[in-house]
């Protein structure tokens, strides 16, 4: 079996008289041996079946069955978002479909290079090469997985280690122009009067500059003070709890969907019932570009439009970055806020010290 190529193993166990105990050797993967000490041989052939049924479980252990007890982890240990542990075993379950019943032992950094390369292969629905981001992700995820499995001891070292990426990540999404973006908020400030809850929701992707994950999971407590500000407590980064002050336009439309109803109970509720999916606000985005006539662009998009629009008019990109939820200002900027805003940004503050301002 594979362990037994790797050389792990359990001896004895051995008396030693003149110390009157049972010792026993388990020997590790490479050869590394470690002795252990028990008064009894009972208590000693009690641990080395114990080590032999471990040794067996590691041996036992496929790929498919690593991946469910890894989103278990995910699920009860990390306490990862529901939505978010299913992604990510979704993607792993594909990037490892081809030794799905192999055991995990059996992956080496040749066939980790294999993989990476038929899943980068892989095509979407409609026909197109799926993205550099998403097959570079799909590997981030995967070496991860598999750097859990060496802590497993299912594996000496992650073969994906030495697997780098290919392909240049695109930053950013495509933006409305500003005289596109008036005509946008125009149509959707027309649909919101006229009841359209999604019309709010895709609003505060601009307006505001939240994830439409963010904005399905509000409840009504998270509109304060008159619809002044919206709590954002829970985030999948300590940087995306926060509280945001809400333009006017938008104030009264969230009163009006926090009116009459108690506090945990959704912003945004489903026909259904409960929560909305993150997609209905970016079929929204998508549904008011086509009806307001501009170029259809996603509600990611928006969100960089939000961080453009601060940026150019001289909002700090550390501000920009704490109202997105950004840890780092450096994501703001490569993948938000356009690179002539930026620039724009940076040259005016110089401007403005040239001519006896300050920073």
Partial sequence: MARERNGERVL??????????????????????????YPTEEEARTVIDGVKRELKEL??????????????????????RAKSYRETVRRLRAFFEPVREDLVTMIDAKRAVSLYE???????????????????NALAESKTFLGWCVGKRWLGDNPLDGVEGKGKRRHGKPQLRVSEARKWIEHAVWRANQGEDGAVAAMVTLLMGLRAS??????????????????????????GRRTLQVPAVLQPLLQ???????????????????????????????????????????????????????????????VVAAALGHESVTTTFESYASPNAVASARQNRALSVLAGGKL
């Avoid at 980068?120 to 097959?135: A, L």
């Avoid at 509000?218 to 407590?233: E, F, H, N, Q, T």
């Avoid at 019932?273 to 009806?291: A, F, K």
């Fill in 256 to 318: 009006r969907l926090a009116a009459d109803r108690i506090g945990n109970a959704p912003l945004f509720v489903a026909r259904e019932g409960g929560h909305h999916d993150r997609d209905w606000v970016r079929e929204w985005v998508r549904r008011i570009c086509d009806q307001a006539g501009v170029v259809k662009v996603c509600a990611h998009g928006m969100r960089g439009l939000h961080s453009t629009l601060a940026v150019e008019h001289g909002v700090t990109g550390h």
């Fill in 118 to 136: 038929v899943f980068r292969g892989r095509m979407r629905k409609d026909g197109n090469p799926i993205s550099v981001d998403y097959h570079r």
């Fill in 59 to 80: 041996d036992d252990t496929t790929v498919t069955k690593a991946i469910d007890d890894y989103e278990t982890y995910l699920k009860t240990e990390k306490e990862n």
């Fill in 12 to 37: 004895g166990p051995y008396y030693e008289s003149e110390r009157n105990r049972w010792r026993i050797v388990v020997v590790e993967d490479g050869g590394a041996r470690n002795s252990r000490f």
């Fill in 214 to 239: 963010e904005i399905v999971t509000r409840v009504v407590r998270d509109v304060d003070d008159d619809g002044k500000l919206l709590w954002i407590p829970d985030s999948k980064t300590d940087a």
